[in-house]
């Protein structure tokens, strides 16, 4: 249930740049290389921001899909399966350039200060 | 009372805080002099009883330390005492969701309990679990998996992650193989889909099978034959 630790992450970077202020919104982009389960982390997302200024927020999340630039030929492709394949030459040794991500891109924040409850 | 929103922009890696204590573990370890293994495999793939035969095999040729991850008691530190080395048991919060992997603060934790400047190899038994012990880096050289043939052919493209991220593939429990329906050149081929270039071997922490060649990989990392030194 690794979606937990990073549920408790997102929480704490999104408390940290609300500094007091409620977050209504936190916006996730998740890669598809990453074995990131959306419902499990929304689950998780509600229960470790409850009692924090990040409780009640909406936990936005957009799946990048995976991309690679081919060491042998230089192509770029989409990948959507495995094996990650170039699609120009076959080849197998690809530079991701896409679908690792696993960041907080945005956050909404309610500009009137809440003081007590930051997490 | 009116309130307004605002969108604030952030971009920060959620595992953003991991890693920075990940690569303070690997300063301490550079330090040192220690090279580093993060063992990881599902739960029973054989990681402790292999741990033992490294042991026995590399007694005298390299100070090796454990930190052992693996459990909330300490049964695999206590197999591992007997061999007099340095070994450190971190206990991974049992709090629900907590027990699943090892991260980058509770292998810091366990740091000091060991004499790192006396250890030249330090593995670190994760915890048994194929998908969250992948996510977290922790200071580590290398990542090392075992997965064992009574888990199926399939495993690597069920867990591509953990797969991919390993440096080092043990395929263990080959002695077991006359009495399975374990499709080898299959599991090699689903393997070749998802890590086509981490070498492969095929062990047996029974009876020893293809442990000399897992040791001569050790031997082959030992401290400094991989790093640059500060004179370079
Ligand atoms: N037949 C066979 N059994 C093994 C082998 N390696 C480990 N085992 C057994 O598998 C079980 C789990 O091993 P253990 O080392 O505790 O796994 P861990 O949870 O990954 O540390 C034990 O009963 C071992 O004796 C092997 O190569 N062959
Ligand atoms: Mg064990
Ligand atoms: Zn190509």
Not at chain 1, 56 to 78: F, H, K
Not at chain 2, 93 to 115: E, I, Q, S, T
Not at chain 2, 182 to 201: S, Y
């Amino acid at each position: 249930m690794h979606e937990l630790s990073i549920a408790t992450s997102i929480v704490e970077i999104a408390c940290r740049h609300a500094a007091g202020r409620r977050v209504t919104r936190v916006q996730l982009k998740v890669g598809y290389l990453r074995q990131v389960v959306p419902s499990a982390l929304t689950f998780s997302f509600e229960l470790v921001a409850d009692g924090t200024s990040a409780q009640g927020a909406s936990l936005d999340i957009e799946a990048v899909p995976a991309s690679g630039i081919c060491l042998q030929c230089g192509a770029q492709s989409a990948l959507d399966a495995f094996p990650l394949q170039c699609s120009a030459c076959g080849g197998f040794l690809l530079r991701i350039v896409a679908g690792e991500e696993l960041i907080v891109e945005s956050l909404e924040l309610e500009e009137q200060e809440i003081g007590t409850h930051s997490g | 009372m009116e309130r307004t929103v605002a969108k604030t922009l952030v971009v920060e890696g959620v595992l953003n805080a991991n890693d920075a204590i990940a690569q303070a573990n690997r300063e301490q370890f550079d330090r040192a002099g220690t090279y580093v293994i993060n063992l990881m495999s599902s739960p029973g793939a054989g990681k402790t009883t292999l741990l033992e035969h490294t042991l026995e095999r590399l007694d005298g040729k390299l100070r090796i330390g454990v930190l052992e991850g693996d459990v909330q008691t300490t049964v695999d530190a206590d197999r591992l005492l007997r061999f007099g080395i340095p070994v450190v048991q971190v206990n991974t919060d049992p709090g629900f969701g907590g027990a699943c992997h090892l991260d980058a603060n509770m292998v810091h934790h366990g740091l000091g309990a060991l004499p790192l400047p006396a250890i030249d190899l330090l593995i670190i038994e994760n915890v048994g679990n194929l998908v969250c012990p992948a996510e977290f880096k922790v200071g580590e050289d290398s990542r090392v998996m075992i997965s064992s043939v009574t888990e199926g052919e399939d495993k690597p493209l069920k867990y591509p992650l953990m797969f991919r991220s390993a440096d080092l593939i043990l395929v263990n429990k080959v002695d077991l193989l006359p009495h399975l329906d374990f499709d080898l050149p299959q599991f090699l081929r689903n393997l070749d889909a998802v890590n086509p270039t981490a070498p492969r071997f095929l062990v047996s922490a029974r009876t020893g099978q293809g442990v000399e060649d897992w040791c001569a990989w050790l031997l082959a990392r030992r401290p400094n034959a991989g790093r640059t030194s500060p004179t370079d």
